[in-house]
């Protein structure tokens, strides 16, 4: 592809997307230099929207993995369909392909999603595919990859329950982009496009919904904070219990506690404390609320 039509196709992705055009410009890199890359950053940063966006405009398949401890290599692989071997013996007819050799064949992206929780021999199966581009399977024979087959897989740099530790020879196979979490005005307008709640009630709850779950991410107590997913949901829950109490306005007298409410509804489950913090959830979140609108109310205004 020449580096016009890839300028191009920037152009075009960037217009699904709200901000991310330094991490979308590096990927597109990677992936039109042939190369295989991981995306290494917290929930809800755009890995996701951003490969689909490329896969869409590219027309090349992308097949979903989620890695965890059951992603054997037989199911990344593939498998032999037991009822009909038992009929037929092995064949390459009866088998049926996993989606790494189905993003093989087509020339698809095979994106591994927590791609840090797959068992070791899973990882190195893949390692293998990714260097020869091709794969050896027993009773089928070598398959070939397609040209744009790529290898995307993405992690959670504060993820360590489950997780493997990836050796230095995968890293040394492995491009990788650090992903933030994005800023504030483009966590707001990705709330604002998720959410679809309008009028001037519904600025001030994209406003304040946006940093509300920003500051989880700074408290003292949290080990990880709410991603932007908790800041959609808690507009949504908002604006239904507006609906309920008859809230019309973020200057009525129960806009505030509503907005604790929602809080507690789509915050709790999404931040994870410390181990060492004796506290709870609810009351790192009443922390977050009275600072944001009894200590510095002027913060809450909508920009
Ligand atoms: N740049 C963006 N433009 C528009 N919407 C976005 C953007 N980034 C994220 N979103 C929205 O936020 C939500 C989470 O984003 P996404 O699924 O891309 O995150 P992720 O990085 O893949 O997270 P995870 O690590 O949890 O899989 C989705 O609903 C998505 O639509
Ligand atoms: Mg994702």
Redesign the pocket.
Same mark, same amino acid.
């Given at each position: 592809m020449t580096t016009s039509a890839i300028a191009d196709a920037r152009e075009r992705i960037a217009s699904? +997307? %709200? !901000?991310?055009e330094h991490e979308l410009e590096l990927t597109l890199a990677a992936v039109a230099a042939g190369r295989d890359i991981v +995306?290494e !950053?917290?929930? !809800?940063? *755009?890995?996701?929207?951003? +490969?689909?966006a490329i896969a869409e405009e590219w027309g090349i398949p992308l097949m979903f993995v989620e890695g965890n401890a059951d992603l054997t290599p037989a199911k990344l692989v593939g498998h032999h369909n037991p009822a009909r071997v038992l009929r037929e013996d092995y064949s390459a007819d009866n088998f049926v392909a996993g989606p790494l050799v189905e993003a093989m064949q087509q020339g698809g992206f095979l994106y591994i999603?927590?791609f840090n929780r797959a068992p070791e021999d899973t990882l190195n199966t893949l390692l293998a595919a990714m260097a020869d581009r091709s794969i050896a399977v027993p009773r089928v024979g070598i398959i070939q990859a397609q040209p744009t087959f790529r290898v995307i897989a *993405?992690?959670?740099p504060y993820d360590s329950v489950g997780t493997t530790r990836l050796s230095t020879s995968v890293h040394d196979r492995l491009n990788r982009l650090a992903?933030g979490y994005?800023d504030e005005e483009?966590e707001r !307008? %990705?709330v604002a +496009?998720?959410s679809q709640v309008s009028g001037d009630l519904g600025q001030q709850l994209i406003a304040d919904a946006a940093a509300v779950t920003r500051a989880t991410r700074r408290h003292p107590d949290v080990r990880q904070g709410s991603?932007?997913?908790g800041a959609?949901d808690c507009v949504l829950v908002a604006e239904q219990l507006a609906g309920l109490r008859g809230v019309l306005s973020h200057e009525d007298q129960g806009y505030q506690p509503l907005v604790y409410d929602a809080m507690v509804v789509a915050l709790s489950g999404r931040i994870h404390l410390d181990e060492a913090a004796e506290t709870t959830p609810e009351r790192v979140l009443r922390e977050i609320w009275e600072d944001h609108f009894i200590l510095e109310p002027a913060a809450a205004a909508p920009g």
């Open positions: 699904h +997307l %709200i !901000g991310r +995306l !950053g917290p929930p !809800g940063t *755009s890995k996701t929207t951003m +490969l689909k999603e927590e *993405s992690m959670n992903i994005q483009a !307008g %990705i +496009l998720r991603s932007v997913r959609i």
